[in-house]
């Protein structure tokens, strides 16, 4: 049995996808001649819209010409409670995260890495995530780090409706 039979292809492809999703390969023809023969002169990123501005010249008929490369992530969709499908957003998960912790006690870059664990999980992931489950993740991993966070964040998602209820809620994380 050689290695290639032996790879499970489809989490191959999965992995695959997941590593070439920020990789844009493109080919620049001269909009003059055609020749695919071009060097770039010039290149500005452009941070807001995260485009790559090249000049380019020909380098068979030497005339200049723009292009605008764009890299875009691969779209994931995660599950909401209502059934209905959502765009899964890795900005919003880390803005909620940084609005519920002290980021005196964790660092934004620790942070950043869990919200990227999440980001493979869901892309790695047979089936469509459900928001609920990255909801939970979220939680056990406040649980450990910041438990004040953790009471914050459980307040809206957990939808207490009592303080009798985070005050149990507190209990719990104190037995941890
Ligand atoms: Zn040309």
Redesign the pocket.
């Known amino acids: 049995m050689g290695l290639l039979q032996d790879i499970d292809t489809y989490n191959l492809l999965h992995y695959v996808i997941y590593h070439i999703q920020y990789i844009v390969i493109v080919f620049m023809?001269?909009?003059?001649?055609?020749?695919e023969?071009?060097k770039v002169v010039d290149k500005r990123d452009n941070k807001e819209d995260s485009s790559i501005r090249r000049r380019r010249e020909?380098?068979?008929?030497?005339?200049r010409?723009t292009t605008y490369e764009r890299i875009e992530k691969a779209d994931l969709s995660i599950e909401k409670k209502d059934g209905s499908l959502e765009r899964f957003d890795t900005e919003k998960i880390l803005k909620g995260i940084k609005k519920a912790v002290d980021l005196d006690k964790i660092p934004e870059e620790e942070i950043e890495d869990f919200v990227d664990e999440i980001e493979r999980y869901v892309f790695n992931k047979d089936e469509i995530v459900r928001s609920e489950e990255i909801g939970l993740m979220v939680l056990d991993w406040l649980k450990t780090k910041d438990s004040l966070a953790y009471i914050r964040f459980a307040s809206v998602y957990k939808d207490f409706k009592s303080l009798d209820e985070i005050v149990n809620e507190i209990k719990v994380i104190q037995k941890i």
């Open positions: 023809k001269c909009p003059f001649c055609c020749s023969e071009t020909c380098l068979k008929c030497s005339k010409f």
